[in-house]
Nanobody, 115 residues
């Protein structure tokens, strides 16, 4: 089984930065596509950023140029550096691990952007 634990959320002012981390417990982390999703109140969960097992990355248009996803296969960790945060970035952020038909979710971490 795979367990994902997110950390790094919190309250930040507009324009500020946060760094989210997701620690993967299980086997063969490097074979998984790792993705950050977010879900704001009253909205559907949406893809924020993803990194493939080959290291390619993909971002939602709303975060391009502000967010950076990275993975450390040796530490089985994926991080999301979030800069220039906006109030509309407020959401619960979830870490997701996917390999073929297998998919696992973390519990989520709250990010609130407010003055």
């Amino acid at each position: 089984q795979v367990r994902l634990v997110e950390s790094g959320g919190g309250l930040v002012q507009p324009g500020g930065s946060l760094r989210l981390s997701c620690v993967f417990s299980g086997w063969f982390f490097s074979n998984y596509v790792m993705t950050w999703y977010r879900q704001a109140p009253g909205k559907e969960r949406e893809l924020v950023a993803a990194t493939t097992d080959g290291g390619d990355t993909n971002y939602a248009d709303s975060v391009k140029g502000r967010y950076t996803i990275s993975r450390d296969n040796a530490k089985a960790t994926v991080t999301l550096q979030m800069n220039s945060l906006k109030p509309e970035d407020t959401a619960v952020y979830y870490c997701n691990a996917r390999k073929q038909q297998l998919q696992f979710w973390g519990q989520g971490t709250q990010v609130t952007v407010s003055s």
